[in-house]
Every structure is written in C-alpha cells, then in structure tokens.
C-alpha cells in the first residue's frame, strides 16, 4: 500500500479540518440530521466533478443528480434546507457554497477545533471516500473517518501523504462517541481495504496510538460488496442449543462396593448420619428392610450436667437487660421512655440530632411512628430513619402520642405544669 502520492486514485476534494468540524458540531448539537450530513458529502463531490470547467462554461446543479449519489429517498428541499439555515450550505441552481461564519462563534465548534493539532490546514479528501460516506455513512463510521483523516492524510510539496498515528481514545474524546464503537468502525474500515495498520511497538501505542495508513488506491466502488459481507460476518450466529445429557435413574442398579473413605476418624465417637448410612447400605446390598430405628450412637464425651428442679416457691433468674446504645436498639428501648431519652442524649452527642425541644420531640415522635409501623427489626428501621433524617414520615398523630408521652414523663400522670420559680 502506497503511503504517499501525488493524488488518490479517483481524484480528491480539499476540504479544511474547519468545515468538516463544522459539519459533525452541527450534527452533534441536533441542527442537522445524519442524511443531512451525506448530502453535505454528496454536494461536495458535485463540486469535484465540475472542477475542469473553462471560465466560458457555467456549471448547473440538479436535485436529481443528488438524489442519485445519495441513493436514498426523502426530501431533499427539507435537508438542504436544514444545512443552509446551519450555514453549512447554500445551493443555487448555477453555485454550490459552503461558508463557515456561522461556526466561527459556537463554542462547542472551537473547543473541538482546538483538540486537533495543525486545524488550519486543507485535507485531500479522495473522491470515493466522499462517495462512500454519501451512500454508507453512520455516526461513529463518519466520526472515526474523520479522526484518521485528520491524523493520518496531508498534503505537502504537492504530495498526499497518507500515514499517521492516531489514538481511538483521542477520537472518543474529539467526537464524543464510544471507544469500543470506534474500534470496531476502524475495524470495519480496515476490512472495507481503506485502512491498514502498521506494526507499531506497545509502547508506542501507549503514547501515540496506532501507525495507520490510508489506501490512497482504495477502489471505492468495491467498498459495497465488502460492506456487506462485513456486516454480515460481524455477528456469528447462534450457537445451536444441544440438550442437557442426564443419566437416568436405572443407570448404575449396583452400588460402589469399595469402603473407601467411610472408616471415621481415629479417637472419635462414630457420627449419626454415618452410622445410618452405613447400615442403610448394608441392608441394600443384602436386600432386607431398615425396619428399626438404630440406637443412638453419638455419646457425649463429658455427661452433662443435670439441671436440679427449684421449688415452686423459687423466683425465676431473670437475665439483665443491657443498657441502651445507638449501635443496638431493642424493641423495649423505643416501648420506655426513660430508655428512648438516653438513646436521643447519645443521639445529640453523635450529633444525628439536635438538642431542642422540637427536635426532642420529632425523635421520640419517630420511635411512635416504627412501633405504629410494627416491622420485623424495629431497632434497624429507627436508626436508619434517624441517619437518613427522615422525619417527613412522621405523621399529625405520631406527634400527638409523643407529645403526651413527654407530658407524662415530664410532669407525672396529672398532666400539670410546674409553676416558674420567680427571679
């Protein structure tokens, strides 16, 4: 493959990194459509084939021709009228022109342009390739072209040069599109024969991408029959299911005869299960029936203890309940209300809480509402309402209840109020 030329085979179109920047901003931003974007492509290979015209000889533009490189129905009027109110394209029946003062002051439009190295200069865009994207043209295929046109072709001392390294984490960053996507497009693009790679050491590839270069003698019109096939080979089809072999229940009528592994361990009791299991086979081999229930065999080392029965008039030992603490709230914390306030004094001090009388209130009104609530662990759902600072949950009557709770806790049962003392 031929990395320099004087031009592609098929001719080229100069286009500036500019325009073309500025037709993929306009798409990003939704100002045009994809089609939008191939009749762009198509009108500028319009242009190349009216480029030997004399002075004396006008060229004329006609839809129909369009429609036919494009090779795809729909409106046109409507597409090209999308790109002239984009500024991307003016068509006249006798001039095709492409301004660009339009994109100059979008600012998506310079920051893209400011990402790639040597933008002020004209890229020899070969003539088939824009005949390619005019027909078969998707939104990472046209972005990754664009990406190894601008890394990859140039044009210096009237000779193409079509080699470069260029990075598909550069072209997700520029254009905005999945990396993996990208590098299945190049791999598409390099299976269509209009890519090749170089062999470029890892290292290399780590800082500066990977060596491509253009095929500046692409044959663009067998791009087609490849497209296809590419497309059609990238999936493999499924795999036939194969149903499940599963060996039926009369396939081994004859039980293992080998006593391998069954001996138990030296010094230690014989276990229950392997006491029965082991009987239970000797009676299959022998074909009699298990019909007595075997003695227990799993003997306690050391005898254990014998409980001695109290007297009726014994009281029971009741097992201490442990004091209150945020990192374990029990059921009986959030049902006593001396217990609730030590938790909500631990509250304040983790600083879950403040120490208002309103915010005393919502807490002990928050210990109302997961009792109502009755749930499975009462103590994980108030901590976790208290953490979360969820006290929109509680209700008009959940803070009825808890008020009166703290009257009576506070004032005793007669729900009178201190008298002030005087100052």
């Keep these: 493959m031929l990395s320099t030329a004087r031009k592609p085979e098929g001719g080229f179109q100069f286009l500036s990194v500019a325009h073309l920047c500025a037709v993929w901003c306009a798409y990003q931003q939704a100002n045009i ?8 492509c198509a009108a500028q290979e319009m242009i190349a084939r009216r480029c030997q015209l004399s002075a004396s000889h006008h060229p004329r533009y006609r ?34 022109t ?30 088939r390739l824009l005949r390619f994207l005019a027909k078969d043209c998707s939104r990472v295929l046209l972005a990754t072209t664009l990406g190894h046109l601008f890394r990859c072709l140039y044009y210096r001392q009237g000779q193409c040069r079509a080699e470069g390294f260029c990075k598909a984490s550069w072209i997700t960053q520029v254009f905005g599109v999945s990396e993996r996507a990208v590098k299945t ?11 090749q790679r170089t062999q470029t050491p890892h290292w290399v590839r780590n800082r500066y991408g990977q060596k491509m270069t253009i ?23 499924p795999a036939t299911p194969q149903p499940l072999e599963i060996t039926p229940p009369d396939s081994h009528t004859e039980l293992l005869s080998e006593k391998q592994y069954q001996q138990p361990a030296d010094s230690r009791p014989t276990g229950l299960l392997s006491t029965l299991f082991a009987q239970a ?37 009741v097992s201490p309940t442990p004091p209150p603490h945020l990192q374990h709230v029990l059921l009986r914390d959030l049902q006593d209300m001396k217990r609730l306030l030590r938790l909500y004094a631990q509250a304040i001090h983790a600083k879950l809480i403040g120490p208002s009388a309103a915010e005393r209130l919502s807490f002990v009104a928050l210990a109302h509402h997961v009792l109502h609530f009755k749930p499975v662990n009462p103590g994980g759902l108030f901590i976790q309402l208290l953490r979360q600072r969820h ?22 049962d007669n729900h009178g109020f201190p008298r002030l003392a005087a100052a």
């Design 215 to 237: 095929n500046l003698q692409w044959d663009g019109a067998a791009g087609s029959v490849v497209v296809s096939s590419a497309a059609g080979s990238e999936t493999a089809p």
């Design 33 to 40: 459509q994809l089609a939008d974007v191939r009749i762009w």
């Design 63 to 96: 839809q129909e021709e369009l429609k036919l490189l494009v090779g795809r129905g729909g409106s046109l009027t409507a597409a090209l009228a999308r790109l002239h109110t984009a500024g991307l394209l003016t068509w006249e029946t006798t001039a095709l």
């Design 391 to 412: 006290f929109d949950f509680i209700t008009q009557e959940d803070e009825d209840r808890a008020h009166q709770r703290l009257k009576r806790y506070d004032y005793g």
């Design 185 to 195: 497009a190049r791999h598409r693009l390099e299976a269509l024969g209009f890519l």
């Design 281 to 317: 086979r000797e009676c299959l081999r022998s074909g009699t029936t298990l019909l007595e229930e075997p003695p227990l065999v799993l003997q306690p080392l050391t005898p254990a203890p014998v409980p001695v029965q109290s007297s009726s008039t014994s009281t029971p030992v």
């Design 98 to 127: 492409f301004p660009l003062h339009a994109a100059h002051t979008d600012d998506v439009f310079a920051t893209m342009l400011a990402q790639i190295p040597n933008h002020q200069r004209r890229i020899p865009v070969p003539r």
